[in-house]
């Protein structure tokens, strides 16, 4: 009984386990370089990998992919760990570094100097390049591609050593220089970098490139589909050439396969870890949590759900080429999240005094809220409601336009939750002439579900009360980018002229209901008619900070 193949990987798993290759297992990795925090397009190939071993019954490794030393650090393989395992996916025993192998990677790359099929080279990167050829033109074989396989014994070892500069001389395999296949034009398999590495200190100073020890990695550890994005298409007879002449005659257990997947790209968004991390690097935002950041600790930090973004990922789908997904179907995916589960609670954003005049100066109700309509379970609270409260400066118009239902000069509103309030006086400073509050009296036989007035009102509005209510911090985010079309192009410089200078507004004066005193950091609440909000790490005691995660407007359509 094979699960249901829902997209084109699925259906090859499906296809070898039919035919019992690998003996029926189906085994996965996770790969990532710890040179950054993960992000959105992460998740992808995080709920792809660890998903399908999931389903198959089988394993998925957690490996990192720590070859180049020169980008990587403890934070980010740290930070790794914990966005896997808050995203929901467990590698049990199973998590490795491809420095474990540097040992073994060096006897494979001996093994193919002693078979004649790789060689030290000591043309210059410049060189290199020149000799590499083009699409259109073959290239042409390094005058250091005859040397022996005693020399090439000889000076590889001394590379180890470190008798050599940086970058002086290079391994490569030797393949084809005219094949048409560029990454087939013998390719450097070890470079001389002396970096200090997270994790094997100085005891290296040549470092594996990623096309070869990425496949060797996969086969030592046992992977049996090795899934990458589609850009490392053309590299996979290079992948099957170093498997095929590094293994051939070792008793593999299975032989790892690369399929390769489309990238997620989202519009507004910023993908690729080097513009992600300059946008660290050079303060465009606060880390690499800050909530604006597609990272899997922005998203957390902002208010998003591990469970909204394995729905996300499972929506998405997993496709054969390249396109872009409107980031409102993520923020659909949020929504559809806390529709249910987020309590939904008053707070004023902008706030404007109202003060009702036939209201007792002394009195304050208590007034019945349910916490969430759609899930009657959440139970009800209470809410103080008095003389003076405040509503959204937006909730009021001196000049209103037709069917304008919130309160203005003479015009009625219900205060959700409380009563119908009628506003009869706007007070205004007197030097700007900015209304700064109004005046208003209640019907007392309007009072939510007790309403004996028989009275229909069109509008509705949130409030709190100013004796009662609790300041507050709100951050209301924007896409980073204005521009939907965030075209990963690497090479694009100009990329930073199409950030959103509103993409942070604080608002340090706002107002909630008193039912969120110590609310703690990470939790989510409606805040009704606004949209959805997320308690910072940032609140004190005295002041919450809440990130909004999204607002309750959708723009996602099928
Ligand atoms: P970036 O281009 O952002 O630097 P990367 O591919 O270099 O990403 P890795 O740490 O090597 O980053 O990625 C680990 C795994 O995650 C790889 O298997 C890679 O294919 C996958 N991955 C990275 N970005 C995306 C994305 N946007 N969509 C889907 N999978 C991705
Ligand atoms: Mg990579
Ligand atoms: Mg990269």
Redesign the pocket.
């Known amino acids: 009984n094979l699960p249901q193949p829902s997209n084109f990987i699925k259906n090859i798993v499906n296809e070898d386990l039919k035919m019992n290759k690998n003996d029926g297992r189906v085994h996965t990795r ?7 925090y ?5 998740a ?3 709920c ?2 660890f998903g399908l071993a999931n389903e198959y019954g089988g394993l998925c490794n957690l490996r990192f ?1 720590d070859t180049n030393p020169s980008k990587e650090e403890v934070e980010f393989v740290e930070s790794i760990q914990q966005d896997v395992k808050w995203l929901g996916f467990d590698w049990g025993d199973r998590m490795f570094y491809a420095s474990d192998y540097f040992e073994e990677l060096y006897q494979f790359a001996v093994k193919l100097i002693k078979a004649g099929k790789a060689y030290v080279c000591d043309l210059s990167p410049q060189e290199m390049k020149e000799y590499r050829g083009t699409l259109t033109e073959p290239g042409k074989e390094s005058p250091y591609r005859s040397r022996s396989v005693e020399e090439n014994l000889d000076l590889f070892e001394r590379m180890r050593k470190g008798e050599f500069p940086n970058g002086s001389r290079v391994l490569r395999a030797k393949i084809d220089m005219a094949s048409p296949n560029l990454n087939m034009r013998d390719p450097v398999l070890y470079r001389i970098m002396r970096a200090t590495h997270h994790r094997t200190g100085d005891k290296w100073c040549i470092y594996p490139m990623y096309d070869y020890a990425h496949p060797l990695s996969d086969a030592l550890e046992g992977i049996t589909h090795s ?3 589609l850009e ?1 298409e053309d590299h996979r007879p290079l992948y099957d050439w170093v498997i095929d002449n590094c293994m051939q005659d070792s008793h593999l257990e299975s032989r790892p396969q690369q399929i390769e ?5 989202l519009t507004n968004t910023v ?4 513009k ?1 991390r300059e946008l660290v690097e050079e303060g465009y935002v606060k880390g690499w949590d800050d909530p604006r950041m597609p990272t899997i600790s922005g998203l957390r930090r902002r208010g998003y759900t591990p469970e909204a973004i394995r729905d996300f990922c499972d929506r998405i789908g997993v496709a054969k080429s390249n396109s872009t997904v409107d980031i409102a179907l993520l923020e659909h995916c949020i929504r559809e999240d806390l529709n249910s589960k987020a309590p939904r609670v008053m707070a004023v954003l902008r706030p404007l005094k109202v003060v009702i005049t036939n209201y007792s100066e002394n009195l304050v109700e208590e007034m019945e809220a349910e916490n969430n309509p759609e899930n009657p379970e959440m139970g009800t609270r209470k809410i103080p409601f008095s003389r003076v409260i405040y509503i959204e400066q937006e909730d009021f118009m001196e000049n209103p336009p037709k069917k304008y239902f919130r309160l203005a000069p003479g015009q009625e509103v219900r205060l959700k939750h409380a009563y119908v309030i009628k506003c009869e006086e706007v007070i205004k400073d007197e030097k700007t002439g900015e209304v700064i509050e109004l005046r208003c009296t209640y019907d007392p036989t309007t009072k939510s579900g007790a309403d004996t007035s028989g009275r229909k009102v069109k509008g509705t509005l949130h409030w709190v009360s100013a004796a009662n209510a609790l300041k507050a911090e709100v951050r209301l985010y924007e896409h980073l980018l204005l521009e939907d079309d965030a075209e ?1 192009d690497e090479e694009n410089t100009d990329w930073k002229a199409k950030l959103n200078p509103n993409s942070l507004v604080t608002l340090n004066n706002c107002l909630v209901e008193p039912s969120l005193v110590g609310a703690a950091p990470g939790s989510r609440y409606q805040f009704m008619r606004q949209g959805y909000f997320c308690v910072d790490p940032d609140s004190t005691e005295g002041k919450l900070v809440f990130n909004r995660i999204v607002g309750l407007r959708d723009s996602w359509s099928k």
């Open positions: 996770f790969p990532p370089e710890p040179n950054g993960l992000h959105i397009g992460h992808k190939s995080i792809l990998n992919d899934i990458c994005t490392f997947f489309a990238r997620l790209n993908m690729s870890k080097r992600l990963e």
